[in-house]
């Protein structure tokens, strides 16, 4: 058991500085009443009395901390503390009266009762001292280390977490993506070309992205012009993508692939038809949310929703513990938005 910073000059700067408060607050009027050479012989074997004392306080105090050790078993180092404390302050006591018959062939004379369960009282109280003091250390450094290791423990199941979630990128947005490929290689391959280019952008983004916990909106707007290219190639005019992004807000940060859920959220539970276009807008509000708004226009056929993208940004959204994701449905919009992060967050998780 390590003891703690400065414990050498404690030692020994603890007993005389308990001295002298007992001195001051416990004055004892008969004391002061005996020859000079008496109090000067007392005095000092009080002082040698109490530097003996706080080391033997010292060693069983740690000994018993040893023995039960962590903030779990606090109150049984406790019931052993109290059931010592008695014994030790007689024997410190006794210690101290013997050195005095020793040095003056006598034993330090008291009027009455009350005056000898006075002395003993001082004793006890040292020695609660004693045992506060190292006591208190050891739960304030258990506790710091079992807090240190809890947040650790906790940012590391967080990360754990958000890695899986980061990597449950829907398998038929590459079905989708590829069959809108083959179609593009024989109806036009000039548009074949710029689809792949784009289809390669977006999941050059979905590798990196993958591999981080926030990126800058920045990024994401960016990627998500790809993606909305991809959107187009595959529903022509049923889709109308619009972004209003304030570009102080691009340094800030979201959790990756936030537009990507949400846009292919609002592409999959809604129509998609030249006549009956889904619009969807992009945008930042002055309270750093990033929003993103369709219009309402529900699929006739129910779509399986267990697991689904708005379940997944959620539970990462909480997980990261910056804000809440809020939903809003109004008569003819859909609407999510995220928290913008700060950017030193951003710097801090990557």
Same mark, same amino acid.
């Given at each position: 058991?390590?003891?703690?910073?400065?414990?050498?000059?404690?030692?020994?700067?603890?007993?005389?500085?308990?001295?002298?408060?007992? $001195?001051?607050?416990?004055?004892? +009027?008969?004391?002061?009443?005996?020859?000079?050479?008496?109090?000067?012989?007392?005095?000092?074997?009080?002082?040698?009395?109490?530097?003996? !004392?706080?080391?033997?306080?010292?060693?069983?105090?740690? %000994?018993?901390?040893?023995?039960?050790? $962590?903030? @779990?078993?606090?109150?049984? =180092?406790? *019931?052993?503390?109290?059931?010592?404390?008695?014994?030790?302050?007689?024997? &410190?006591?006794?210690?101290?009266?013997?050195?005095?018959?020793?040095? +003056?062939?006598?034993?330090?004379?008291?009027?009455?009762?009350?005056?000898?369960? %006075?002395?003993? $009282?001082?004793?006890?109280?040292?020695?609660?001292?004693?045992?506060?003091?190292?006591?208190?250390?050891?739960?304030? %450094?258990?506790?710091?280390?079992?807090?240190?290791?809890?947040? &650790?423990?906790?940012?590391?199941?967080?990360?754990?977490?958000?890695? !899986?979630?980061?990597?449950?990128?829907?398998?038929?947005?590459?079905?989708?993506?590829?069959?809108?490929?083959?179609?593009?290689?024989?109806?036009?391959?000039?548009?074949? +070309?710029?689809?792949?280019?784009?289809? #390669?952008?977006?999941?050059?983004?979905?590798?990196?992205?993958?591999?981080?916990?926030?990126? #800058?909106?920045?990024?994401?707007?960016?990627?998500?012009?790809?993606? $909305?290219?991809?959107?187009?190639?595959?529903?022509?005019? /049923?889709?109308?993508?619009?972004? +209003?992004?304030?570009?102080?807000?691009? !340094?800030? &940060?979201?959790?990756?692939?936030?537009?990507?859920?949400?846009?292919?959220?609002?592409?999959?539970?809604?129509?998609?038809?030249?006549?009956?276009?889904?619009?969807?807008?992009?945008? #930042?509000?002055?309270? =750093?949310?990033? /929003?993103?708004?369709? #219009? *309402?226009?529900?699929?006739?056929?129910?779509?399986?929703?267990? /697991?689904?993208?708005?379940?997944?940004?959620?539970?990462?959204?909480? *997980?990261?513990?910056?804000?809440?994701?809020?939903?809003?449905?109004?008569?003819?919009?859909?609407?999510?938005?995220?928290?913008?992060?700060?950017?030193?967050?951003?710097? @801090?998780?990557?």
């Amino acid at each position: 058991m390590k003891a703690p910073p400065n414990d050498t000059r404690l030692r020994l700067l603890g007993p005389l500085g308990l001295f002298v408060f007992v $001195g001051v607050f416990f004055r004892l +009027d008969w004391y002061f009443q005996l020859p000079f050479k008496t109090i000067l012989i007392n005095d000092t074997i009080a002082l040698i009395a109490g530097l003996v !004392s706080w080391q033997i306080a010292r060693w069983v105090v740690l %000994r018993i901390q040893k023995n039960y050790p $962590g903030l @779990a078993n606090s109150p049984r =180092r406790l *019931l052993w503390l109290l059931a010592v404390l008695p014994v030790l302050a007689n024997f &410190a006591w006794v210690m101290r009266h013997a050195a005095r018959f020793l040095i +003056d062939g006598k034993f330090l004379y008291f009027n009455n009762t009350i005056e000898l369960s %006075r002395t003993i $009282g001082i004793q006890l109280f040292y020695h609660f001292i004693y045992f506060t003091v190292y006591e208190v250390w050891y739960i304030l %450094r258990q506790w710091h280390r079992e807090t240190v290791e809890t947040n &650790a423990l906790e940012k590391t199941s967080l990360q754990s977490q958000l890695s !899986s979630l980061q990597h449950q990128v829907n398998p038929h947005f590459l079905f989708n993506s590829l069959n809108s490929l083959s179609s593009l290689i024989g109806e036009n391959p000039h548009h074949a +070309d710029a689809f792949l280019e784009e289809l #390669t952008s977006v999941f050059r983004y979905l590798l990196q992205a993958s591999e981080r916990y926030l990126v #800058t909106l920045g990024e994401e707007v960016t990627f998500i012009h790809s993606y $909305g290219h991809l959107l187009q190639a595959r529903y022509q005019q /049923g889709i109308r993508l619009e972004l +209003d992004i304030d570009h102080a807000y691009e !340094s800030l &940060a979201v959790a990756p692939l936030t537009l990507q859920i949400l846009v292919e959220n609002a592409v999959r539970y809604n129509v998609t038809l030249p006549e009956q276009p889904l619009h969807i807008r992009i945008f #930042t509000t002055p309270e =750093r949310r990033l /929003g993103v708004a369709n #219009t *309402l226009q529900r699929r006739s056929l129910r779509v399986e929703t267990t /697991g689904g993208g708005l379940t997944n940004l959620t539970m990462r959204y909480a *997980l990261l513990n910056e804000g809440e994701l809020l939903i809003e449905e109004q008569p003819e919009w859909f609407l999510v938005s995220v928290p913008l992060i700060s950017k030193t967050t951003v710097e @801090a998780t990557n």
